[in-house]
């Protein structure tokens, strides 16, 4: 081999790990992340048309523009719901403080649309703050939304009982500008205590998600 193919293969060598190392290094600030899980790679959402508190149609176009936190559950729920929520409204006026071009918006999904009528959404809603949204829809829309997700739900008893219970994930799930989802806040399961996503760590987190 000639000193000058040799050169050519270190110099294309050299090119080759520079493009790699550009694309490859981690983006700034995730090791400022601790707590949430990131997905590999932003998912997208399906077409999907949900009526909010205040009865107007919620798209995927009213995620667009923001940073959303979406909280899957329902306003029956006992324990997990009006946790999770209320962790949300602690948090809510620092995450507005947050530096960013798009603001944060919290979502409760509700899936139990036969109980979680526009007014009962309304008036659970604000009792936690009046910024948030509330939605829901029939099933045929709700399932692969939170599927896409990374999410699940199930009915556990007949609705017939009108004290039936939903059974449903308890992550807070994180949607950026564009309405893909980047990942989720898992809480941890400890025996004897609520499995609910901590308001702290979420705050903690989202300044390095937004940069990202």
């Given amino acids: 081999m000639s000193k000058l193919q040799a050169g050519l293969i270190a110099f294309i060598a050299l090119v080759i790990g520079v493009v790699a190392a550009i694309n490859i290094a981690p983006p700034r600030g995730i090791d400022k992340i ?26 995927e176009e009213d995620l667009k523009g923001h940073w959303s936190l979406v909280f899957v559950g329902y ?6 719901c009006p946790t999770t929520m209320a962790e949300l409204t602690g948090i809510y006026p620092e995450l507005q403080k947050i530096p960013t071009d798009f603001p944060i918006q919290i979502v409760l999904l509700s899936v139990d649309p036969k109980r979680d009528t526009p007014e009962r959404l309304n008036e659970y809603i604000n009792f936690f703050h009046s910024d948030f949204i509330a939605v829901s829809g029939e099933h045929p829309q709700l399932f692969p939304l939170v599927r896409a997700m990374g999410m699940m739900y199930s009915m556990s ?26 990942g989720r806040f898992k809480p941890e399961f400890v025996a004897g205590k609520l499995p609910v996503s901590e308001g702290q760590k979420i705050l903690a987190d989202m300044p390095a998600i937004i940069s990202l």
């Fill in 157 to 182: 008893e007949s609705t017939d009982n009108p004290n039936y219970l939903v059974d449903h994930s308890s992550s807070v799930v994180v949607v950026n500008p564009k309405a893909q989802v980047v």
């Fill in 75 to 80: 306003t029956f729920c006992p324990d997990i």
């Fill in 34 to 59: 601790q707590h949430v899980s990131l997905y590999p790679l932003a998912r997208a959402l399906p077409d999907f048309q949900l009526i909010d508190h205040n009865k107007q149609i919620f798209t």
